[in-house]
């Protein structure tokens, strides 16, 4: 008896899922509102600047494991550029002070006894203190637990946060940034080196796996809106689209990889958290310069921008927790060239060198809330109705609404969907999986 898996949303959540289930020989149909797959993980041609962008940028860590699984699964770990130490290089645009933090290989930081590798300013304890980290409750923010004050907050606390968590340090949640650095820092440099996307992160994640899917037989709609669900006897018994029903047969399953605010108004009794933290993203088109390095970035602090990445032809900067800081709502020829001001410096270009193009893009919907209270939201994969299952990076993973987060809850969503059809005797070549 062979089943159907309906996954809604296109995202990385719902392409992860797709991927292991095709490959698990299971059928798969997959929807997606949206003319294009990827969600925030696309890239596009853009007009204005006459190149290939991603969406919002993303910095992934060695230590993030089930997103190289993913890579493996579609066949384009080559479309990453994995650095060859854990090195995180940083720039003060008040002081104009540099200087790298470079973690130790295995698990014991020695670094930290080093002056050069760590934390200027910030002696060994300061940095040996951060271990309270570790003993955070689920009502804490990282904040509450580090301070929000001195050398370290300023240089180590304030930009990780902002960049795992998308939310201030006096309003993240110290326990979800625990889960990250355990998994990354934690482990030590062999599992904190900085991966990026050589070219760009839909050729990386979302274009192969398309591939494989068209291989596998799998049916993909876009341009397919879901406006409601059929529910009936606890189950959904249709997914109604802009002007078609799609029914679900007895044995098929569904999959939600729509985001919290598109999945309240499916499931209106569901308690999901709010999905409206920003991140704004400027890409400055330049000239390629001799002997540039394929791919790389530096983190500023005293700045507004937080992150530069650069690739041949191509700057491309971060703000993230925009909506806390204002920078959501700041005059978009204003911010461009206050970001290009600072990228000049940071990146120490003439100070005459304009860009050829630049692009603001605002994420307003980027990431859940990543509080306490946001964190405490987050539902789990499974739900009230016997063939539903829920995929996204807010479903409750223990990980932030990071790549890592999303595939696994991708993989989350498969693990109970397999369950389900072995029980139910629905489908017979599951072996594979």
């Given at each position: ?11 990385l ?70 650095f ?35 934390v200027?300013?910030?002696?060994v ?65 062999a ?26 037989g ?13 529910v009936?006897?606890g ?53 390629v ?76 919907r ?61 489908h ?6």
């Amino acid at each position: 008896m062979a089943a159907t898996v309906h996954i809604v949303g296109m995202g990385l959540a719902g392409l992860t899922a797709a991927v292991r289930l095709a490959r698990a020989g299971v059928g798969v149909a997959l929807y997606e509102a949206a003319g294009h797959a990827g969600g925030r993980c696309r890239s596009f041609q853009d007009r204005k600047l006459g190149v290939e962008i991603d969406n919002g940028n993303h910095l992934l860590l060695s230590g993030n494991t089930r997103a190289l699984a993913y890579l493996d699964a579609i066949g384009s770990r080559e479309e990453l550029t994995v650095f060859d130490e854990a090195v995180f290089p940083f720039v003060d645009l008040s002081t104009g002070e540099r200087w790298s933090i470079k973690l130790s290989e295995g698990r014991v930081p020695w670094w930290l006894f080093d002056p050069a590798r760590r934390v200027p300013g910030a002696g060994v304890m300061a940095h040996l203190s951060a271990g309270r980290i570790m003993l955070a409750g689920p009502n804490a923010t990282v904040a509450d637990v580090v301070g929000r004050e001195g050398v370290l907050y300023d240089r180590f606390w304030a930009p990780i946060t902002m960049a795992v968590l998308n939310a201030v340090p006096e309003r993240a949640s110290a326990q979800l940034l625990k889960k990250t650095l355990l998994e990354t820092i934690g482990k030590g440099g062999a599992f904190a080196r900085p991966m990026i996307a050589t070219t760009s992160l839909g050729r990386a994640f979302i274009d192969p796996a398309l591939r494989v899917l068209n291989a596998s037989g799998a049916a993909v709609s876009t341009h397919t809106p879901l406006r409601d669900l059929d529910v009936g006897e606890g189950a959904v018994r249709a997914l109604l689209f802009e002007g078609q029903r799609v029914s679900v047969s007895k044995g098929d399953q569904v999959i939600l990889a729509v985001p919290p605010a598109r999945l309240k108004g499916l499931m209106r009794t569901l308690k999901v958290p709010d999905d409206d933290c920003a991140i704004v993203n400027a890409h400055f088109k330049v000239p390629v310069g001799e002997g540039e390095r394929a791919v790389d970035f530096i983190g500023l602090t005293n700045a507004v921008t937080h992150w530069i990445f650069r690739r041949p032809g191509l700057i491309s900067t971060t703000i993230s927790a925009a909506h806390h800081l204002g920078s959501d709502r700041a005059d978009s020829d204003t911010l461009l060239n206050e970001i290009w001001s600072e990228v000049r410096r940071a990146l120490s270009l003439p100070a005459d060198m304009v860009p050829e193009a630049q692009r603001l893009i605002r994420e307003r919907r980027a990431t859940f809330d990543q509080s306490p209270d946001g964190v405490k939201a987050r539902p789990g994969p499974t739900t009230p109705l016997a063939n539903l299952t829920l995929a996204g990076d807010f479903v409750d993973t223990g990980l932030p609404a990071t790549i890592e987060g999303a595939i696994r809850s991708g993989e989350q969503a498969v693990a109970h969907i397999l369950a389900r059809l072995r029980v139910t005797g629905h489908h017979a070549a599951l072996e594979a999986a």
